[in-house]
């Protein structure tokens, strides 16, 4: 078997490695190094979308920022046209041990753009990204990973089998690595993942496949490796509430955790400071679920500034229930 350095990294990550998911528009470089300090070493970006890439080469810096620290990094692209997908590769490449694809995402903006799961969501799409990867792979210098989920049967329904041919299909063509998102299209980011779907695609490539979906805790992230069979697991959204969750000390504080990820913040600034907020809104979820006020205010909030000023209020108990 010929050497895979992704399958070399995951293997260094320790008896049940995790990894941060690309997750769009709250994967920014302070949420990244917030992650690395937390037992997350290994981080995929958020997509880039690799059209706008092409068209509007200014405003690069509003869509990928990273550092020397901000290593091992995978990073995901967006786009289902091949020439705009190497060029972006091939900027990105030097910055990356990856490049990876969305060939996963369900949302309406990839429905218009086709690009994500509507890349592959019939067999002659699928024969095209077969194509068009096996060109990607041999434009550039690093390995190439995909992401995607189960992908639906005629019947509208998750098709294992279907899902596993395409599998096997990406590893003939080249790829390193794939992710799996064990749900339906139609499930999103709701309902429960499956485990015995994930495990047969492990079991149906040599290459290194990773777990993705419903994971939040330690606990969780033991029994999906388990059952999956895959070599990693893959977190999203369990990070995004709580970045210290697969960490020594799990507790969740979220003032603590705000301020550290506003201090790293200010070290990694990204243009746009609503994702800043987003984040905070995050750590507070338990809370903003049963005190309005909270939440109220944080929609206010239009500056770094404001969000330290909200959490000393918060400290001092301003917006303690009754």
């Given at each position: 078997m010929s050497s895979n350095p992704l399958r070399e990294i995951i293997n260094g990550l320790g008896e049940v490695p995790i990894v941060l998911a690309p997750q769009f528009e709250v994967n920014d470089l302070a949420f990244r190094m917030l992650v690395r300090k937390y037992n997350v070493k290994l981080c995929w970006t958020g997509m880039v979308n690799s059209h706008m890439w092409a068209i509007q080469p200014s405003s690069r810096n509003s869509y990928f920022q990273t550092c020397s620290q901000d290593r091992p990094l995978i990073i995901q692209m967006s786009g289902n046209d091949e020439s705009e997908l190497i060029a972006c590769a091939k900027d990105l490449q030097q910055f990356a041990v990856g490049i990876d694809i969305n060939c996963g995402c369900t949302q309406h903006i990839a429905r218009r753009g086709q690009y994500?799961?509507?890349?592959?969501?019939?067999?002659?799409?699928?024969?095209?990204?077969?194509?068009?990867?096996?060109?990607?792979?041999?434009?550039?210098?690093?390995?190439?990973?995909?992401k995607f989920r189960l992908i639906d049967g005629e019947d509208g329904k998750p098709d294992v089998d279907i899902t596993c041919k395409f599998a096997k299909e990406l590893e003939d063509a080249?790829?390193?690595?794939?992710s799996v998102h064990g749900r339906a299209k139609n499930s999103n980011k709701a309902g429960p993942v499956d485990a015995e779907a994930i495990r047969k695609i492990a079991e149906s490539v040599s290459i290194p496949v990773m777990a993705n979906g419903g994971v939040r805790t330690k606990e969780e992230a033991i029994e999906m490796f388990k059952e999956s069979h895959a070599a990693g697991v893959?977190?999203?959204?369990?990070?995004?509430?709580?970045?210290?969750?697969?960490?020594?000390?799990?507790e969740h504080d979220p003032v603590a955790i705000s301020r550290e990820y506003l201090q790293l913040w200010k070290e990694y600034p990204d243009p746009n400071f609503f994702i800043a907020r987003r984040h905070i809104f995050n750590f507070f979820d338990e809370i903003v679920r049963v005190n309005k006020p909270v939440g109220d205010y944080?929609?206010?909030?239009?500056?770094?500034?404001?969000?330290?000023?909200?959490?000393?209020?918060?400290?001092?108990?301003?917006?303690?229930?009754?």
């Open positions: 994500g799961y509507f890349m592959v969501n019939n067999e002659n799409k699928r024969k095209n990204v077969i194509e068009m990867v096996k060109n990607i792979v041999a434009s550039i210098n690093v390995p190439l990973s995909i080249g790829v390193s690595l794939i893959m977190v999203g959204q369990g990070l995004l509430m709580n970045p210290k969750a697969f960490s020594d000390t799990p944080l929609k206010t909030t239009h500056s770094i500034e404001e969000l330290e000023s909200f959490l000393t209020d918060y400290e001092n108990g301003k917006y303690k229930l009754e």
